[in-house]
């Protein structure tokens, strides 16, 4: 008998008809005699019916406020199919992150998961019964406040769980059959990947891929839980993230992928001189803020422009807390621009080869796209460009690499292939 997490996503769970098919899936799992944990996310749309709520009514909602109000989506959906699946005769029961023991840090609408006591999952188990958790969302010990893991998180609920439970299996399904080369909505000839390592998904999604929320993959490849993305709505091998394997070896870039949540700010004309930008950076790192490029230009005068990007949420109160610091250190100006994307090629073989991220630049230029930041690293090669660019960007770069192909037949390899 093995245990096995499955983690359905928005759209999988989107209306009561979709329930209802979810249902008979887990119904499937569970009368062959596994154990079988769901987590759910919020029907599709439903959290961001929330979040408008709140700001229609407030323009800087509390974040403490905001987690107890998005937490409520991932309730009603896991109550609803407990309820379905209890219909059908396979005993259920719901469960809220708080009610499973999911610990986490105080950082509301993005706070990381200390660990899972479980204690109510195991009995409910033992009981034979299907436990439904409502994904997304934790509990802060100290303060006994709802915490929310970002959008996503149920993706990272889920491994979590997968983690905590010693599962032989988590399963995330959702309105793809797989993890791709790049977003098959964009891309009609973008190719489904079967096996994939944890760092390349753990840049891909970092990049913007988000098929599987960041964090969840960093839960996988800690606690080494394979996981496998399927679709909800039909049969097939879907794709396995796990260790680096031999056979992974041949793929040079495995994937494109894009990032319209991103904001630049620029500090026009800050001093440059020795712990200024180490302030600016401290500054943001405080507020939790994941700060992505940085561009600073040459020094003119004894001042200089700082321009960096990060989550588009974050720009707005980024920006406020800059203002109070520059008014102390001294600089001209902030300026912001939300009308950019991010790009990236991502490879694992990019370790052991070079010219790639020319190779991206020089398609990039032929297609008269323009580049305005660029940041890489071992295994990936990011350009910032303008919002209208990006989908355009990422075609260019799919048939740039060749990932149409099967692997094998791409005319770049690793060297010596
Ligand atoms: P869920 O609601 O099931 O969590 P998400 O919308 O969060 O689903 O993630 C699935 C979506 O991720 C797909 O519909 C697809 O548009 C997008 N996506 C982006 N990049 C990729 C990729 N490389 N492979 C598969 N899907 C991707
Ligand atoms: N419902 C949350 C969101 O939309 C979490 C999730 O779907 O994983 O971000
Ligand atoms: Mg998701």
Same mark, same amino acid.
């Given at each position: 008998m093995a245990l096995i997490v499955q983690k359905y996503g928005g759209t999988s769970v989107g209306s009561l008809d979709r329930i209802r098919t979810v249902a008979k899936r887990v119904a499937k799992a569970h009368k062959k005699g596994d154990s079988v944990v769901v987590v759910d996310s919020a029907m599709s749309g439903e959290t961001d019916r929330l979040i408008k709520h709140a700001y229609d009514l407030c323009d800087e909602p509390p974040e403490r406020e905001m987690d107890l109000l998005m937490s409520s989506g991932e309730r009603v959906s896991a109550s609803l199919l407990a309820i379905t699946l209890n219909s059908m005769n396979v005993p259920a029961i719901s469960f809220t992150g708080r009610q499973i023991g999911m610990i986490t840090d105080a950082?509301?609408?993005k706070a990381r998961i200390?660990?899972?006591?479980?204690e109510r999952l195991r009995d409910a188990l033992s009981e034979g019964m299907v436990a439904v958790v409502a994904g997304f969302q934790g509990v802060?010990?100290?303060?006994g406040s709802v915490t929310t893991l970002g959008r996503g998180g149920s993706d990272t609920s889920a491994v979590a769980i997968a983690a905590a439970m010693k599962a032989d299996l988590c399963e995330i399904y959702t309105d793809v059959d797989g993890v791709y080369t790049t977003d098959p909505n964009i891309v009609a000839n973008a190719r489904r990947i079967d096996v994939i390592s944890f760092d390349e998904m753990l840049e891909m999604a970092s990049l913007?891929?988000?098929?599987?929320q960041t964090r969840s993959v960093e839960f996988g490849k800690k606690y080494n839980i394979p996981i496998y993305v399927k679709s909800t709505f039909t049969e097939g091998k879907g794709t396995l993230v796990t260790e680096e394997q031999k @056979?992974? @070896? =041949? %793929?040079l870039v495995s994937a494109v992928a894009y990032d319209r949540d991103q904001a630049k700010i620029t500090l026009a004309? %800050?001093? =440059?001189?020795?712990?200024v930008a180490a302030k600016i950076f401290s500054k943001v790192a405080e507020m939790g803020v994941n700060v992505d490029m940085i561009i600073q230009n040459t020094s003119i005068k004894g001042s200089t422009d700082i321009s960096f990007t990060v989550p588009k949420n974050d720009m707005k109160p980024t920006i406020k807390e800059l203002k109070a610091l520059l008014d102390k250190i001294g600089g001209a100006e902030i300026r912001s621009d939300e009308k950019i994307g991010k790009v990236s090629i991502i490879g694992v073989?990019?370790?052991?080869?070079?010219?790639i991220a020319s190779k991206a630049f020089m398609s990039l230029a032929d297609s008269g796209i323009n580049i305005m930041m660029i940041s890489t690293s071992e295994i990936k090669v990011s350009c910032v460009v303008a919002a209208d660019e990006v989908d355009r960007a990422v075609r260019v770069l799919h048939d740039a690499f060749e990932l149409a192909q099967p692997p094998k037949k791409r005319s770049l390899k690793r060297k010596g292939k």
């Open positions: 950082r509301h609408m200390r660990r899972i006591t479980g802060n010990e100290a303060s913007g891929a988000k098929v599987l @056979e992974m @070896e =041949d %793929v004309q %800050v001093k =440059d001189k020795p712990g073989g990019m370790r052991s080869h070079t010219g």
